[in-house]
């Protein structure tokens, strides 16, 4: 399983807030001293409220992030993956058949997946041609210049995966750097040709390939291939009620065992 960091940071921002004074209770400290009952008082200092607090924050840090999962094993992949998917195979596509310079295609439903594979049309191209092509059960574009685009546009999809290529001109796998990239910033590459898949905790819109290209004069071509859309197997959640009294019961512990301590 690929390690991919796509969490929302939004925990440690609020231990950071920290830092600002915590308020006091307005409580005059010359009257409680006149009662007997003082000493009784446990006493926390302001290091130790903010201690508290943070471990309080720290536990319930789950319920504030996503995250994107990546695998590079497909049967990894595939253990996470619902069965009732979309698995495009290309089958029937041979060089140039049936896509020779489409700028869109449609492909699906399958399930209620459905997807559309396009190409970028604001650069001219040398040789005046832009779109998709198609290659032996796989998808390309027509210009090794071009990124290859996929946007979902059927049932929410939480899990995709399929072979990333990079390509010579006739469809070729060669060893150069391709990148994967979903539209919720999360980024991969590989060399050469080879299976990556994601989950994530939220809807995946759209995700773009591109063969890295060594200069303006040497290219190469992006090449998709059996590529399933689906969603992701969901873990059980652990209900925010029970982060919320799991954290403040051991803090109310903590501070009892401070109060007995004289």
Known sequence: MLSI???????????????KPIESNHLDTRELKKHSFNSNIPKVSTMKKKQFLAVMLLAQAPLASAATTGFDNEVDFLAQLNPTYYLEEFSGSHYGIPLSGALTENYGAVYG????????????PA?????????TNALTTW?????????FTGNPVTALGGIFSSTDINGAVIQQKVTVNLNDNTSVWLTGSAFRGFTSDFAILSLAIDAVDVNLTTVFWPRLEHFYVGSAIAAVPIPAAAWLFGSGLLGLLSLKRRGNIR
Not at 113 to 124: D, E, G, K, L, Q
């Open 113 to 124: 997946y459905s997807w559309t594979a396009s190409v970028p049309n604001n650069w001219p």
């Open 5 to 19: 960091s796509n969490v929302i940071q939004k925990p440690r921002r609020f231990i950071l807030s920290l830092k």
């Open 143 to 151: 210009a090794g210049e071009d990124t290859l685009t996929i946007t």
């Open 127 to 135: 040789n005046g041609v832009v779109g998709l092509f198609s290659l």
